[in-house]
């Protein structure tokens, strides 16, 4: 990947929330499983969606005339760190990307042009993608550095089944993933 739109890396967890136009906002989960309101650790996020996010993306749906859409949000909070969450924490949902009509997920222009007047992830600009760019990133020693939060950022090219994304994490955040989770368990979480 050269040039690539760099998103900030919310630190969180990745869930996913389907529409179709027959049963509206019905299917809710994570990478790996699905979830109801019953699930204790991120029931919540429903009706945070259903309160925040529904007649938003509706009114976007209603827009492209989309019969079917999956938007993937970062579930997170001020103390969220790798994927856990402080039970006491407010949460936020963070749209990051979405896959209208089964067509794959829109690429980083199309996905401003739909989404930017929402709570998006910070959108921090277009760069050349390179291993000295991953670097600096990865050093706190880019011009970029005051706007990436904790974990890092995510630069995103091309569009549908031929988007290519990748991230660059702060070594900051690598360290204190490891130092908490081990060699192995760590590397996994950094890794994903």
């Known amino acids: 990947m050269d040039a690539a739109y760099v998103f900030d890396k919310l630190d ?9 136009r027959k ?3 019905h299917k809710f989960g994570t990478r790996n499983r699905l979830f109801d309101h019953t699930d204790p650790d ?40 790798a994927g856990k969450h402080d ?35 910070p959108f921090l600009g277009c760069f050349n993608w390179t291993r000295g760019f991953v670097d600096r990133i ?15 950022v995510v630069g995103k090219s091309g569009s549908g089944h031929k988007l290519v994304m990748a991230k660059a994490k702060t070594q900051t955040w690598i360290d204190k993933v ?6 192995i368990e760590g590397k996994k979480i950094v890794d994903s």
């Open 178 to 183: 490891l130092a908490q989770y081990g060699p």
């Open 23 to 25: 049963q509206g906002w």
């Open 42 to 81: 991120f029931g919540l996020a429903i009706p945070l969606f259903l309160e925040f996010w529904q007649e938003k993306l509706n009114e976007v749906i209603k827009k492209n005339r989309w019969d079917h859409l999956i938007v993937f949000m970062e579930f997170w909070g001020k103390n969220s760190f």
């Open 87 to 121: 039970p006491q924490d407010p949460k936020t949902l963070t749209l990051f990307d979405a896959c209208p009509n089964k067509k794959g997920i829109l690429g980083p222009k199309e996905f401003l042009d739909n989404f930017k007047h929402l709570r998006i992830a």
């Open 138 to 152: 990865r050093e706190g020693k880019d011009d970029l550095s005051p706007k990436v939060t904790f974990e890092g």
């Open 12 to 20: 969180g967890s990745n869930l996913r929330f389907e529409y179709s």
